[in-house]
């Protein structure tokens, strides 16, 4: 479990938690679930095309987890956010179908980017992952108070001074970073399972947005170790695990708050 064909794992897995948890404690707060479902379901067409020209798919799957990002913003900001979403998904799902039926060699790549590799994690992907993480969180950290605030007062927060289509659009250029970062990891399907269940379960445990952050990236660290231990010792999916680990800490979150409504009942 800790070979050393495994430290790639385990390090890359660490940097996508720390960032799906701070990522996802504001998509949870600013209800944009969808928006991380959408964008690394799309992003993996990206992966298909750089797979199809023997390209590293972190490429593929930045440039269309940017391009997404930008169009979900764009649409939204003139029409129904979820319409937008929904059709920049399908759009970038269109293109993946075709890149793969153009593709005669891709099952044990394909499946590793939907569904996540316990090994799937290459030394030469390391640095890029870790210069996407940092950038996100040091994005996230300028603008983390004029986002908090946007996000729970966002009918006072243009009055305050703030921009709130700049602001929105950075916020959907991180929720792309973090996406190019994590499908390697943990696969398209589940990835957004990282960013929402930690920081769910920890939004009910605590409201407080400075406790909620910490505990988010706590709860998405404990996730991703524990499901690529689980994984290298069953060889399943590691995104099985983090998809179920995730729920499980939902619903622990859940059950402490129902626990707390009675005893002040």
């Known amino acids: ?65 940017v391009g997404g990002a930008v169009a979900i913003g764009w649409l939204g900001r003139r029409g129904r956010h979820d319409v937008a979403t929904a059709l920049s998904l399908v759009l970038m799902l269109a293109l993946g179908a075709l890149f793969l039926s153009m593709s005669s060699e891709y099952s044990a790549e394909v499946f590793s980017l939907l569904f996540g590799e316990v090994l799937g994690v290459a030394r030469s992907q390391l640095l890029p992952i870790a210069g996407l993480g940092v950038a996100a969180l040091g994005v996230m950290a300028v603008v ?6 946007l996000s729970v007062m966002p009918e006072t927060s243009e ?13 959907m250029l991180v929720v792309a970073v973090a996406t190019a970062m994590t499908v390697p990891v943990v696969g398209a399907f589940l990835m957004f399972s990282l960013t929402l269940g930690p920081a769910a379960a920890a939004r009910s445990f605590t409201s407080s947005p400075g406790p909620a952050l910490s505990l988010s990236v706590a709860i998405a660290l404990a996730t991703v170790w524990a499901a690529v231990a689980l994984a290298y010792v069953t060889n399943w999916p590691v995104g099985f695990y983090v998809g179920t680990t995730g729920l499980a800490a939902y619903g622990a979150g859940r059950a402490w708050v129902a626990w707390r409504r009675r005893a002040a009942a």
Request: a positive charge.
């Open 159 to 171: 009055a305050r001074g703030l921009r709130p289509r700049q602001l929105e659009t950075i916020f």
């Open 144 to 149: 983390y108070r004029p986002l908090l605030m």
């Open 1 to 65: 479990m800790f070979a050393g064909y495994m430290l790639n794992t385990w390090a890359a897995a660490t940097m996508v938690a720390v960032v799906a948890g701070v990522v996802g404690f504001f998509i949870v707060l600013r209800g944009s679930a969808f928006v991380a479902h959408a964008v690394p379901h799309g992003a993996f067409g990206g992966a298909a095309g750089a797979s199809l020209l023997g390209v590293s798919t972190l490429y593929g799957l930045g440039l269309f987890a």
